[in-house]
DNA sequence: ATACATTGTAAGTACTTACTTGCATTTAGT
DNA sequence: ACTAAATGCAAGTAAGTACTTACAATGTAT
């Protein structure tokens, strides 16, 4: 708990922001979750929406994505796919708060709307690329690289939507058997 | 435009606080959208919270989905699910307003958050008990009719996503590149 | 034409909230 | 120990906002 003055008031906003909302989320709440007085934010950051501003600066993690998955590819459809849905949704879960405040204020920020737009795009992208190497080994069948991750990334980025209850099945999944239906499926018919 | 003054307020109140959100949307601004005086608003609906609860009340929508798809099942595969893809994306398109404001403001109104996850949940129930009916008439391989069922449902609600700018691939897709390629897949892997 | 309900107008109240100012207190580097 | 920077505290300002009240204007049905 060595955190900084602002790392504490930015988190304290984040947290707040995604309750309440950026405007339901007070200047004087947020001082007092992060345990400062409430002037400290201004001398910080000048006004509210400078905390934002600088949440959204320290938060600009997609570079995350790509070294992440990169290294830990087997060429074996079955236990690549398996990974990365697993890191995939390890990562959504650990930036859940942010992307969810994304969700939500993105028409008030508009580089809330680029982060976010970012994190199924480059996922995307390195999954296009990973099936457009497996058809060249001919380890799966010849399907358009594009169309198969974009299914994929829908498929996963819905499961996420469901764990937080945003929306929702009519059954609760557990990751592994999401994994162990909805991933299969998808493998199987790509073999 | 014979609408009643509550319906011109209501929508009113739904446009501006899908665009500033709730607490964003003053009631003055809503008056001057709906063009009618502010007071009329109160008289009406008592208080600020007042509007949106009407709001949910008109729109408690989901009952639309069951009619129309049953009807205009044919039994092929293919034609079916164009079809459920269709009408699904049309629907979503028309609430598209109600369901964006659902997914902000859900915090704040529980019955939004009802709303919005019925949605879905509606949507994977019939096509579930749609797959269940193609397997007894081997029509298509058997696997388990529910997780089908979130497959597409996800893949739908992705693209959906998408169009309205809330996600984004790399690339834009229109609703016929859509069906042609990412649905024509999930059709294929069903054979 | 009269009666009644609906809407507009004007003015105001009570409350919240972002942000400021001046000064006292604490913390940290040398 | 001394200095300077960071933080706390108390009080206040200005603006916005939900909501109220009293009354005038308008429409509508009989």
Redesign the pocket.
Known sequence: MHM??EDKIIEAAIELVYEKGY??????AIAQKA??????I???F????GIMEAAIQKYAFVDLLENTFAEKIVWDIEKDLKMLVREYQALLDQKKTVILLALRESNEFAELNEMLKKVPQTYIEIITHYFEQMIEREKIKKFDPYTLATNFAFINFGFFLSKTRVLSGSEELSIEEFIDKNIAFFIQALQ
Chains 1, 2 share one sequence.
Do not use: D, I, L
């Open positions: 900084s003055t405007k339901g989320a007070t200047t004087r345990n400062v007085n409430e002037v400290t201004f001398r910080h000048g006004n509210k929406k």
